[in-house]
């Protein structure tokens, strides 16, 4: 039976004290309840488990136990997380990719070093802020009544049809200066933000931040008192996360 | 309902970090790597995740307001 090897994270670099030293088990436990330890390159090191090629279940519980020993290196090391089902063969492929794409994985360990990721959903009633808008648009409702007066089926589809665009873009251009009057808020906290807006009617924006560790009481209070100004609108924060969203890598 | 809340908000850690450790991170990509099986047999779509925010917030609400007007 063949033995594979699953990698979790990449950790370390040249400036960060809490290198994990290669071939030492670590003491945190991997899928399939297996031991997981370091295989290092110049200052960086690769967290590994082994794992038997046939017979390993890819399940939403393996995956959950991969994401728990991500989280448990991040509690005492500075690390790039990777992505679920990440195998090689040999201990050699992974001293290869280590060598390989050494520059990029010290480049962004030293970008997340001592940083924590927050993700922020704001959720709102759609239909509320739409009403909202209707009342402030209200003139524009009778231009529009006007333009498309006298009922007939194609006139009124496109009077529903403009409505719904006109609603659309005020509240694209409404998501926006929330975004805007967030990140202002949050600019001293963050070093890096991602975001998306309108991700579903509800969903005004979902992003995600990088703050360093020390940051993090701040920004959870700045959210808080922000989530009390839009009191139409509701915040659900998550985190502290290893820094999934920041690590812009993707090897070939 | 009260305990109904507690379940949705378990799922959406649990959708969170499927989505994090499913959808984000560092891809390695290449010979090298090898694939063992289908990983989209765990895939969790973000518009799950975005539905039961959305659920877990709705019941949250409903939650407050039986609360507030009993």
Redesign the interface.
Known sequence: MSN?LC?YA?TGSANVTTFIQPEVNIGIKGMANTETFAIGFKGISAVVSKHH?TG?????K???D??KT?ESISQTHNI??????????SRK?VT??LSKHYDEFVL?LNKVNNKSEF?L?I?CDSKQIENEIRRKYYSKENELKSTFHNGTPARSYLQAKFKEHLIEKELLKETDQIIKAINKRLDTFTSEMKSRKM??K??LV?AVYLIEKNQKEGFIDAIKNMESQYDNM?F?L?GP?PP??F?D???? | MQNNIIDQSKDVTILEILDRVLNKGVVLSGDIVISVADIDLVYVGLKLLVSSVETMEKKRLNHENSILNP
């Open positions: 594979i990698i990449i090629k390993f279940i890819h399940n939403q393996t995956a959950l991969y994401a991500i790039l997380p990777l992505r679920f089902g990440t195998f090689v063969k492929d290869d990719i962004n993700g959903k959720l991700i579903t509800n969903i979902d509701n659900v998550t996360w999934y969203s690590t890598l993707t090897t070939k």
